[in-house]
T-cell receptor, first 116, second 115 residues
Framework: KQEVTQIPAALSVPEGENLVLNCSFTDSAIYNLQWFRQDPGKGLTSLLLIQSSQREQTSGRLNASLDKSSGRSTLYIAASQPGDSATYLCAVNEEYSGAGSYQLTFGKGTKLSVIP | DGGITQSPKYLFRKEGQNVTLSCEQN?????MYWYRQDPGQGLRLIYY???????QKGDIAEGYSVSREKKESFPLTVTSAQKNPTAFYLC??????????????FGPGTRLTVL
């Protein structure tokens, strides 16, 4: 059974710092990996999706990498801002129950605080 | 605007009652999902549906039921059989049948509290 781990569970950085969030998964037979942002009491916002054949994806100050063979992904946030404070979740997409459907398995998230 | 709506935002239930959470999407997505989120936990899949009139159990389906009579709607009923229903419930949707490219989009969630 797939397990997704995110380290650290919480991170506090001063404004302007570059930072890296880590995600690891136990089964490399994935189709893609998604990074999400969740603000307190809110739903999830999709940040980046990396296909299994890709190495990285970029959106603005965000860059996500994927090393499928080693079961690792990182989310790099450049020049952090207080508005980046949120919980960041990674999820891997894999075939579910061999039924031709594809489901997400989530990590528990990294809670990021950017201090002004 | 295209998106996913969930209602109500907050829901209170007495023990022994069934309650239904609404999820509607206008993204023309075939697949819809229900997740449960508990504090400090990752999201766990309750039920999913790849197509109208068909749905499958996820990892924690006991005590829940769903229906998929319309493409746009996927309501979740939390029954009295669910022993610990207090949680944050999230609905999602995606295109289906496209293999590796099926990004999931989420609604704003419903917080259910049992009194």
């Amino acid at each position: 059974k797939q397990e997704v781990t995110q380290i650290p569970a919480a991170l506090s950085v001063p404004e302007g710092e570059n930072l890296v969030l880590n995600c690891s998964f136990t089964d490399s037979a994935i189709y893609n990996l998604q990074w999400f942002r969740q603000d307190p009491g809110k739903g999830l916002t999709s940040l980046l999706l990396i296909q299994s054949s890709q190495r990285e994806q970029t959106s603005g100050r965000l860059n996500a990498s994927l090393d499928k063979s080693s079961g690792r992904s990182t989310l790099y946030i450049a020049a952090s801002q207080p508005g980046d404070s949120a919980t960041y979740l990674c999820a891997v997409n894999e075939e579910y129950s061999g039924a031709g459907s594809y489901q997400l398995t989530f990590g528990k998230g990294t809670k990021l605080s950017v201090i002004p | 605007d295209g998106g996913i709506t969930q209602s109500p935002k907050y829901l209170f239930r007495k023990e022994g009652q069934n309650v239904t959470l609404s999820c509607e999407q206008n993204l023309n997505h075939d697949a819809m999902y229900w997740y449960r989120q508990d504090p400090g936990q990752g999201l766990r899949l309750i039920y999913y549906s790849q197509i109208v009139n068909d749905f499958q159990k996820g990892d924690i389906a006991e005590g829940y039921s769903v229906s998929r009579e319309k493409k746009e709607s996927f309501p979740l009923t939390v029954t009295s059989a669910q022993k610990n229903p207090t949680a944050f419930y999230l609905c999602a949707s995606s295109m289906a049948g496209l293999g590796s490219y099926n990004e999931q989009f989420f609604g704003p969630g419903t917080r259910l509290t049992v009194l």
